[in-house]
């Protein structure tokens, strides 16, 4: 391995050169950049294809050649780059350990995302774990920010993820990839036709001597094995409206300590864990083309297995589980003139089962019916009104639901709209949190509240704004409780009531056919107040600014661009602030012919120890990887 100095002085030497080189050989071509879109469709928001100009709701929609010219290295990543996203990890790009797991976090309510692939629910234990999804097969991705729970039901606290897998068109064609870099690896391979793409891939990542950042924030110098996965995928085109996806990941790594820092009960313990985490998401889905119904059956599969090396008699930690959902959906959507109608069911059953305490095993069911109703007004002005009834059959306590949703669109012209979007949400507790040492059954409640929110939209000279208004009002935030000072055991409690008042501003310019560049800013004041103390007080839970930019420059076939986030005025815990977080990236991509491609990406310029969650787990330092590709 290169030394980081050396390594990093020669990359940057070598972009630069080759931005010169590359540059100079096209520097008066005037082709127009790669298709970019300031008005994208999205499908999501209302179940039905709407421009984003006249949806009702935040969106954000990242494209497959928005990864492509960024460079992001998982969905995750993708995601995570978002202005109103504070997603958290436990390392670079959502680095799982078992059931310590990345999840994507919306205006600061963690675990109250609801993370889709091509509409399949894919949250598990109300965690949404991105690791298995190959970024090759991504489409598109929509966030959708607010009230959801009407249309998606539970889980959609803070807002919605579905990420579009690509579906098979054109002719037959093979592309195999390799990427290298100082931390990560991979090669793969992807074939496609008119009727399947079919996708294979390995993926290693190197050890890491120092984790996380100790001392500051945390009592032990954690230190992390090699790890590996295996993937693959399948999306078939079985008819014109029917299709099928199938996408599968094994792997394992390794975490322990350098120290033996964790003192209990006047003994020092050091740790030493193997995970090993299988996964498959697949579903059918059906999209009638002239009778307006849209149907899928999916499924969801995990099994994390954690090992502790290091414990009195070693063996298998008592987190390990098996986990699996089944789901079911169906949706009629009625034009009735100008007005439109969408009804629908819902059907899910989540299942778990320790590995461990065989015992503790226990499933949910879902079932759900939900209407929507657009009626349009004027050209000017639309409202629309949405109801879910939901009941949920559950091990301890079963609920029944009613989630109303309440949104309108004035169209001030062409160009500008203004919408408001009203909604409750509704949560239960994990389906395994009964079976905690100290979390007795029937002591957690279901977490529940309103969104409201409102903004506008406007489109003018290649050029787009937004700009929104948001207040999120919840009851019985769950979390965790504070450490045992005997045994550093957690168990799951509710934190109390969450309140989060925010604006997020975001403005596009595409300047020329070279240039084109993202300014997004929040601001929010994500908060809890904790019932159980004498003196409740309001205590920040999460980060308050907020700040996603990029830029990027085409040129025939070159295109180089930088990415940004930083998060600040984060949360205190555990006796300290949580530092700044500024992530810098540089990716550049060029075409050495139409079949060959080489992507050189840079990322965490700043080399910043950049905590990816409270905890004190870091992102990568500065790391590179290169990537070629090549098209038969």
Known sequence: MLKKGTSKSALMVALITGNVIWGGTVVHAEEPSQAFTLDPMVVTAQRTETRDLDTPATTNIITEQNIKEAGYKNVFDAIEHQVGLTSTGYGDAGQDFGFSSGRTVIRGYDRGTLVMVDGIPMNLKNYNSLDGIPIDMVQ????????????????????????????????????????????????????????????????????????????????????????????????????????????????NITRGSNNDAKKVENKYTRYDYRYDDKRITTGLTYDGKD????????????????????????????????????????QKTWNIGKNTLISGYSLRRENYENLVAKANKAHRTSNAVYLSYNNVFSDKFSATVGLRGEIIDDPVKSERILNPQFQTLYKINDTTSWYINIGKAFQMPTVDSYYGKKAAAGTLKPEEGWTYETGIKKIFNDK??????????????????????????????????????????????????????????????????????????WIQDDGRIDISASVFYSINKLTSGLTYKYLGDREYYSGHDIPSRNRLTWNTSYDLTKNDNITLTLNNLLDRDNYSNRYGNLDLPYNWRITYTRTF
Request: aromatic fraction near 12%; glycine fraction near 12%; charge should be positive.
């Open 140 to 251: 598109q991705i929509e966030v959708i920010k607010g009230a959801a729970g009407t249309l998606y039901g539970s889980e959609a606290m803070g807002g919605v993820v579905n990420i579009i897998t690509k579906r098979p068109s054109g002719k037959t064609q093979v592309k195999v990839k390799g990427t290298v870099g100082n931390y990560y690896k991979d090669y793969g391979v992807t074939y496609s036709d008119d009727k399947f793409i079919v996708s294979a891939s390995k993926e290693y990542s190197n050890s890491l001597k120092h984790s996380n950042a100790y001392p500051e924030g945390s009592s032990t110098d954690w230190w992390v094995g090699k790890g590996q996965k295996n993937r693959a995928a399948i999306a078939a085109k079985l008819t014109d409206e029917i299709g099928f996806n199938f996408i599968y990941q094994d792997g």
């Open 291 to 330: 009778n307006g119904i849209k149907a899928m059956i999916g499924y969801n599969y995990r099994r994390t297995e954690g090992y502790d090396f290091a414990a009195a008699t070693p063996g298998p930690v008592s987190s390990s589980a098996d986990l699996s959902s089944y789901i079911g959906d169906i």
């Open 464 to 537: 787009s704004i937004k700009f929104a208004v948001y207040h999120m009002d919840f009851e019985n935030k769950i979390g965790w409780s504070a450490k045992d000072p005997g045994t550093g055991e957690q168990y799951a409690i509710n934190k109390g009531d969450f309140r989060n008042t925010g604006v997020e501003a975001e403005f596009s310019h595409r300047v020329s056919n070279k240039w084109r560049y993202t300014l997004g800013v929040g601001y929010g004041n994500p908060k809890v107040k904790d019932p159980s103390t004498k003196n409740p007080q």
